[in-house]
């Protein structure tokens, strides 16, 4: 038999984990959330990455931006988040809430998929 087990990023107190905005340097979240990465200084990938994101971001009308941090800056952020590798890209709700999370650059299509949960998870709450 195999089990296989999925462990989310969960907050101290078990819930789910949210980033401040000051933390990744905003004053305060946009309407849909944050597209948040780690990168690598000289780093392929990271620069490949952080242009797909901005292309993406582009397209939302402010409602989503990009923050691209340094790896070897904010590493409290990077533990709590697990962010072992560059590029790791998050994606942060409008309330911070961490939602997915890609240990490589995300392909458009997972992106597509992402913003469009947060499009609807913002009706939702709405």
Known sequence: MLIAAVRGRHGANGGALRVRPKEIGLDSYP?????????????RASRESLNRLARFGAHTDGRVVVVDLAVHRMTGLQA???????????????????????ARPPEPPELENALSELAERRAVLA
């Open 31 to 43: 309407e849909l959330g944050v597209l948040l990465q780690f990168s690598a200084a000289g780093s």
């Open 80 to 102: 709590r988040l697990g962010a072992r590798h560059a590029p790791a890209v998050y994606l942060l709700a409008a309330d911070g809430t961490v939602t997915r999370h890609w």
